[in-house]
């Protein structure tokens, strides 16, 4: 039932900005924290930026902050990753990710996207 689509990557040129988005469904989407993940080639999937439900707390892994942006629009179910200043060090697949508690369990389920790959030239 949670469906998580991301989309707007692409190739860039080193510097340049790409916006992407995880588009939501299935869950109450205006009462969980949103991540985004990346993935590169032969490393582990790492946590990018984190933003709260009413998107007023946001939180940014050291490799990109003051580069990328969170932002959700809780009427639209959908949050947006804005990306300026690309490095191709930022080339990965982007995933969005939610974390939902059930009543059964103290941990939550992760739900992810397909992914969206962004690839930085030089």
């Known amino acids: 039932q949670v469906q998580l689509v991301e989309s707007g990557g692409g190739l860039v040129q080193l510097g340049g900005s790409l916006r992407l988005s995880c588009a939501a469904s299935?869950?109450?989407?205006?009462?969980?924290?949103i991540y985004w993940y990346r993935q590169a080639p032969g490393k582990e999937r790492e946590l990018v930026a984190a933003?709260?439900?009413?998107?007023?707390?946001?939180n940014y892994a050291d490799s990109v902050k003051g580069r990328f942006t969170i932002s959700r629009d809780n009427a639209k179910n959908t949050v947006y990753l804005q990306m300026n200043s690309l490095q191709p060090e930022d080339t990965a697949t982007y995933y969005c990710?939610?974390?939902?508690?059930?009543?059964?369990?103290?941990?939550?389920?992760?739900?992810w996207g397909q992914g969206t790959q962004v690839t930085v030239s030089s």
């Open positions: 299935g869950f109450t989407f205006s009462r969980n924290v």
């Open positions: 933003i709260g439900s009413a998107g007023g707390t946001r």
């Open positions: 990710n939610v974390q939902i508690y059930y009543s059964t369990s103290s941990e939550p389920a992760y739900y």
